[in-house]
């Protein structure tokens, strides 16, 4: 077995680099490693959608430069499940940014700031008092799961995945772009109404390459097979020929594994955190991440100054408790909304709703990619929908303790 590291991160994706970067960040002279099975750049299967609010949280820890060679997209495209049309301004500008360059782009971050990326396959870990060890190799006086949405350590914590009924599938390729992307590009999201909560999308590169990354996703629960997905695709958008279609799990927000105390986190798809209103990841990973990194490195400074035998580190409740302080509210409020929001009408309600008032729409942009809140002024609507009887049968919460 190596030197036992100050922090050991499983997964270089978003949240693990983040994570990497954020421990740095916090402790200049912490020892952090960070370990991967593939080599960077590497495909990840994502929409590619690059929201100012992950952003944001990069710059944070440093990271600039992430968007270059793609423009920004100005223009949001819904459709909801109704048929309503919104086409608006988003207040900040959007990047689609493909995850292969991405995810290099920040790993490389991680490593000019003085992380140690490391090739390696994790499959099983031990904790000790001390430290965490995985497969005997590596070790960490904290370890921050970060391997994804079937994050391999998270099933040797003995952490189930998802119940399907709290999972997403999605199936995403590359596609030319839309003809009226080349005059006004557009994150497009169509709705639909007879599969609910479904929808497509059409994300262009802006980059040059006429490329746009489409895709399909719906809860596993109402899936049939794969073969499901690709149909759904092509009839929603239709003429859109896609290739490098792959498919992938989204484990929503609305479940979610109690982070335990001790030395290990989850963060990003392995803590469950996708937004179930969008199924946006990234900036949820990034923050997490973050979080994640600095209660690992505070732990491991406040071990390596002790004076006396340190008592028993605990950076799990520590982190815990930020990312309830940080994030509580809002995944409260997403949860809330992903049960109302079972029903079509509602989302048309608050479609209504953003289409009246921009500012209603810049609340409902954060809320799914951000850490947002219910805006005061969507609240109405929704609720009188409620009230007109369209919303009998809302389906029971079967989440875990937040």
């Not at 949240?15 to 020892?31: E, F, H, I, K």
């Not at 209504?352 to 500012?359: G, I, L």
Request: charged fraction near 25%; include cysteine.
């Amino acid at each position: 077995m190596s030197e036992v590291a100050d922090v050991l991160v499983v997964g270089a994706g978003p949240a693990g680099a983040s994570a990497a970067l954020a421990a740095r960040q916090t402790d200049p002279a912490a020892d952090v490693r960070l370990l991967d099975l593939a080599d960077f750049p590497r495909d990840k299967v994502c929409g590619d959608g690059i929201a100012p609010h992950a952003l944001a949280e990069l710059r944070r820890l440093g990271v600039t430069g992430l968007a270059e060679g793609y423009g920004p997209i100005h223009t949001l495209d819904l459709r909801s499940p109704g048929g309503l049309q919104l086409k608006a301004r988003a207040p900040e500008p959007m990047y689609v940014i493909p995850r292969a360059v991405f995810d290099a782009r920040v790993v490389a971050a991680a490593q000019a700031a003085g992380v140690t990326l490391v090739r390696h396959r994790a499959r099983t870990l031990e904790q000790h008092r001390t430290h965490v060890r995985v497969d005997n190799e590596h070790a960490g006086k904290t370890l921050v799961i970060a391997d994804g949405a079937n994050s391999t350590l998270r099933r040797a914590l003995n952490i189930p995945r998802n119940p399907d009924q709290h999972m997403a599938v999605a199936i995403r390729g590359y596609a030319p772009e839309h003809p009226a992307d080349h005059l006004d590009p557009a994150q497009s999201i169509v709705m639909q109404d007879d599969a609910w909560p479904a929808y497509a999308w059409s994300f262009p590169l802006v980059d040059g390459s006429g490329t746009a990354n489409i895709g399909y996703g719906r809860l596993r629960s109402a899936l049939r097979s794969r073969r499901q997905l690709e149909e759904e695709l092509t009839r929603l958008l239709p003429g859109r020929p896609a290739e490098r279609l792959r498919a992938h799990h989204l484990p929503l927000a609305t479940w979610r594994p109690r982070q335990p105390d001790g030395r290990v986190l989850l963060a990003g798809d392995a803590a469950s955190l996708i937004n179930p209103l969008t199924g946006e990841g990234i900036f949820y990973a990034v923050r997490s991440g973050r979080l994640a990194g600095q209660e690992a490195a505070r732990a491991a400074a406040r071990e390596r100054t002790a004076t006396t035998e340190p008592t028993r580190a605990n950076p799990g409740r520590a982190y815990r408790e930020a990312l309830r302080a940080e994030l509580g509210r809002h995944l409260r409020h997403t949860s809330w909304l992903a049960r109302l929001s079972a029903h079509p009408g509602a989302v048309d309600a608050a479609v209504a709703a953003a289409q009246a008032r921009p500012e209603t729409l810049h609340r409902l942009i954060d809320l799914g990619l951000g850490d947002g809140v219910i805006p005061a002024r969507l609240a109405p609507p929704v609720l009188l929908h409620f009230a007109r009887g369209r919303l009998l049968r809302l389906p029971a919460s079967t989440g875990r303790a937040r």
